[in-house]
């Protein structure tokens, strides 16, 4: 297998892994609409068990940007820079979202009691719209940056960005949706808007597991900086 093979092989299984944080819509419905959850008697699992999800999703996340940096900087080097600072940031998010909901269960386990209501009530709030920020606005961040890149680069088939870019439109209506109360996080129409930009995501990892990058001037340049002998590389890409 060559380098960028492995490259191709590492970002696709980030990106199929950035998807393991799904079950958290259910696993956080207790502790982010009930207001009165610090008083109750838990259990506190769901919310552990989420955390640890999403702190695999932010992880996965940085590493997408930082395994195809040396690839995709060969196009441009500032928008791939741009797509580490961008995932970073997403990733951080995530994080601090993480940290407002442990809180919660932490002041639940202390037994804080009615005085501690009001914090409980704002640090799930604070969840919300740090989620909005973080794992709603930036991935349409990354699908304007990362899918300009492979667009121009044809580092994988063209009609995957073009279903990023349009997957971001969507998503960034359904964020301002939220925003003006038009729509809840969890209804319908935001649900309906995000489904193009996990698509995207889903399928580019796919397409990166399965087939890995498309040849390209890219491609050249980056196993010529790696030291790969193009003739080594001749019998894989006839079997593509």
Not at 26 to 53: E, M, S
Request: hydrophobic letters at 55%.
């Amino acid at each position: 297998m060559s380098p960028l093979r492995k490259t191709a092989l590492a970002a696709g299984v980030l990106y199929l892994l950035t998807f393991v944080s799904i079950p958290t819509l259910f696993l956080y419905d207790q502790v982010r609409h009930n207001p009165k959850y610090i008083l109750g008697p838990g259990p506190d699992t769901a919310v552990l068990f989420g955390g640890i999800l999403e702190i695999i999703v932010a992880l996965a996340g940085v590493g997408t940007a930082v395994v195809l940096y040396p690839v995709v900087k060969r196009q441009s080097e500032g928008r791939a820079l741009g797509f580490v600072a961008a995932r970073t940031l997403e990733g951080a998010g995530i994080l601090a979202g993480v940290a407002c909901l442990l809180a919660i269960v932490s002041l639940r386990q202390a037994g804080a009691g009615t005085g501690a209501l009001v914090i409980g009530q704002t640090l799930a709030i604070l969840y919300g719209r740090i989620f909005l920020l973080s794992q709603s606005l930036m991935p349409a961040v990354n699908a304007l940056l990362l899918g300009s890149l492979l667009y121009q680069s044809r580092l994988v088939p063209r009609v995957l960005p073009l279903l990023g870019f349009i997957g971001a439109a969507l998503l960034v209506a359904g964020d301002i949706g939220v925003l003006f109360s038009f729509w809840g996080p969890v209804s319908a129409p935001a649900l309906l808007l995000a489904i193009p930009i996990a698509v995207w995501e889903f399928s580019l990892g796919v397409y990166l597991v399965v087939k890995g990058f498309k040849p390209s001037p890219i491609t050249a340049d980056y196993n010529r900086s790696v030291g790969v002998d193009k003739g080594s590389l001749a019998p894989a890409a006839a079997d593509r």
